[in-house]
């Protein structure tokens, strides 16, 4: 059963996500988009994915959920201590104003202000659309949900907040397009607001960038977000005709598109790839209409393993090359070593489990992987014991001989590397 882990503090209910309306050209989609306008985030089973979810909803309930891993439950904390601190603040100014203005009152004896006019304004998960705007696949250029936002006592100035649990940091606020349509958002439902300062926390990695937006900003920030989605529902559009003259290959966008098998920018990185690496197995020709033909199937997935294989063994000589000292670390990347651990006796590691887990989570385990056991191992655990008591589980099953571990070895990954 969740429970509080953030006290003083009312519970927020979130809105059902199942019912949140999903823009087709969302704001945290704009960067993508515009560094390439075929871009569509695919569905993502990744544990950091996962564990961000999880994440913003223990932002909104301020409920402790037993999945999340302590580190991540720490991230939370972290957020919400922003948040609050950030509240602080702009309730501060409000009280300072109302008892200069109170005191101006009582100084000139005319009626005392209304502390009620002094108060800030505050919302979570709020819908925020640049504009009214209706399209044959939507309502308005872009609209979504911001995580945080808080309104000055007079109206004029405003904070937005948004957090990002991953380890891959966001584009600066300065240049962000999710946060200049938020921004652009809450100027359309203040009319009052003069500025707009953008946050966005990522805990993981200890980096904050915020920037500060004018309304003399807006135009071109419509502009800038009228382009992207003008050449994104463009480039859809052509994707029906087979048209991919729009694509770009970019590394920020590729590496999260569910596009990227059928893009013909990606395909032909790939066959230069093939021809330099197997060129006595593929043609001399080969392009990528010629593996997107469906009497070349063969042709097709022979590139396929060829790629995969040169992009394994390049990444290993790279990084033997680093760990030798015959190359520069490669930045936003560092070493790691890891063993693997190999089961040795199914029946031994039962009864330690069972000493952790019953019969009954024991069997929901099905093919009793190690990541099965331990997930329930670890939400079993009390918070601040998570990692602790996965670790014990471990530790103890290497000592009975339920499992051992593998030879180590060392390869090149990126780093959650703290940012200022």
Request: aromatic share 10%.
């Amino acid at each position: 059963m969740s429970k509080p882990i953030w006290p003083n503090e009312k519970s927020v209910a979130p809105a059902d996500i199942a019912e949140r309306p999903h823009h087709p050209y969302s704001p945290s989609s704009l960067q993508s988009l515009e560094a390439c306008p075929h871009y569509k985030s695919r569905d993502s089973k990744h544990i950091r994915t996962i564990a961000g979810t999880l994440a913003h909803k223990a932002t909104e309930t301020r409920e402790d959920n037993d999945e999340l891993s302590d580190d991540d439950a720490l991230h939370v904390a972290a957020c919400l201590d922003f948040y609050d601190k950030r509240k602080a603040i702009l309730e501060d100014e409000a009280n300072e104003a109302f008892s200069a203005e109170h005191l101006d009152c009582f100084n000139n004896d005319v009626p005392a202000p209304n502390e009620h006019d002094f108060k800030i304004s505050e919302g979570t998960e709020t819908y925020l659309k640049v504009d009214d705007l209706i399209f044959p696949d939507c309502v308005s250029t872009t609209a979504g949900y911001v995580d945080r936002w808080l309104v000055s006592w007079d109206g004029k100035y405003a904070e937005l907040i948004d957090w990002k649990f991953g380890q891959w940091p966001v584009e600066e606020a300065s240049n962000n397009l999710q946060g200049m349509a938020y921004a652009m958002g809450l100027f359309r439902k203040f009319p009052s607001l003069e500025v707009v300062h953008v946050f966005f926390k990522q805990p993981l990695i200890d980096f904050l960038t915020e920037h500060e937006f004018t309304r003399a900003d807006l135009p071109a920030i419509y502009l800038r977000i009228q382009t992207v989605v003008a050449r994104a529902r463009l480039a859809r559009e052509n994707e029906n005709s087979e048209n991919w003259s729009m694509a770009q290959a970019r590394t920020t966008a590729c590496n999260f598109c569910d596009k990227i098998g059928r893009c013909p920018r990606v395909q032909e990185l790939a066959c230069k790839v093939g021809k330099k690496f197997h060129p006595l197995g593929l043609p001399d020709d080969i392009t990528p209409s010629m593996i997107q033909d469906p009497q070349n199937t063969k042709i097709a997935m022979e590139l396929a393993a060829v790629v995969k294989v040169w992009g394994e063994a390049f990444k290993r000589q790279v990084a033997d090359r680093v760990m030798r000292g015959d190359a520069v670390m490669p930045e936003g990347y560092g070493p790691r070593t890891i063993q693997k651990r190999e089961l040795v006796s199914l029946d031994t590691y039962k009864k330690l489990a069972l000493n952790f887990l019953s019969p009954e989570e024991w069997e929901s385990c099905l093919d009793t992987t190690f990541g099965a056991v331990e997930k329930i191992i670890s939400k079993k655990a009390p918070r601040g014991q998570k990692e602790k008591t996965v670790e014990e589980f471990q530790s103890q099953g290497n000592a009975l001989g339920a499992t051992k571990l593998g030879q180590p070895f060392s390869f090149l990954a990126m780093k959650s590397e703290k940012k200022s």
